[in-house]
């Protein structure tokens, strides 16, 4: 008889890989689809509800992974009329379940609350509505998103470059809080990495395992 692998050692094999797919692009992580939405520029409205999607894409695809895999039942229950499915009510599951930590559940929230926002209320049109704004700030990922813009505007006002600082990427970074838009798409950015790093590391364990299970002969 097999013997099942312990909780634990499951748990080190996900973390394990989850510090692998962090040194991924997220162009590696999106489909074509997403990747063409991501970087959309058309309208702030469209932004706000295409990107929250993929968010709550991410966020279905890491709850579905934790769960039996019965395809029928699964269907059942993240239809959009079903019990699971609200995006709301998925980010709550998570949060109760341990599964996403505290600071991640109050950002999936605001990110729902403004995708909510723009989709229903048509007087919303752009990120620096005061309301939309002030949700934007009470980002825990703003405030990493504004010290990494602040820190790369200081060496380059500075020109610090020596070791691991890049003249290009810093640039690139202190544009980050020129705008809310700005600094919302670089919000959930890191948002869609985060998710995307624990869907993909689950992937890849329940891979290694599978396979492992098909090497192994049965020992009586």
Request: with cysteine; net charge positive; hydrophobic share 35%.
């Amino acid at each position: 008889m097999k013997k099942k692998p312990e909780t634990k050692d499951v748990t080190d094999a996900v973390n394990k890989k989850r510090a692998a797919e962090r040194v991924k692009g997220l162009d590696d992580k999106l489909s074509e689809d997403e990747r063409n939405a991501f970087y959309d520029q058309s309208s702030e409205r469209s932004m706000a509800i295409v990107l929250g999607s993929i968010v709550e894409n991410r966020l279905t695809e890491l709850l579905q992974l934790l769960m039996r895999r019965d395809k029928s039942l699964v269907n059942e229950m993240f239809n959009p009329s079903g019990p699971l499915g609200p995006f709301g009510t998925k980010i709550r599951l998570a949060y109760m379940l341990r599964i996403v930590s505290p600071e991640t559940y109050k950002d999936l929230a605001i990110i729902n609350k403004i995708r909510n926002k723009f989709a229903h209320d048509l007087s919303i049109t752009a990120f620096e509505d005061q309301q939309i704004s002030a949700w934007i700030q009470n980002m825990h990922l703003y405030s990493i998103v504004k010290k990494m813009a602040e820190d790369a505007a200081e060496r380059l006002k500075n020109n610090v470059y020596e070791g691991k600082f890049d003249r290009t990427k810093d640039f690139i970074a202190s544009n980050a809080i020129l705008s809310f838009k700005d600094s919302y798409r670089d919000c959930l950015r890191y948002m869609i990495h985060h998710l995307s790093d624990h869907v993909n590391a689950i992937r890849a364990t329940e891979n290694d395992l599978n396979s492992k299970e098909v090497s192994a002969p049965d020992k009586l």
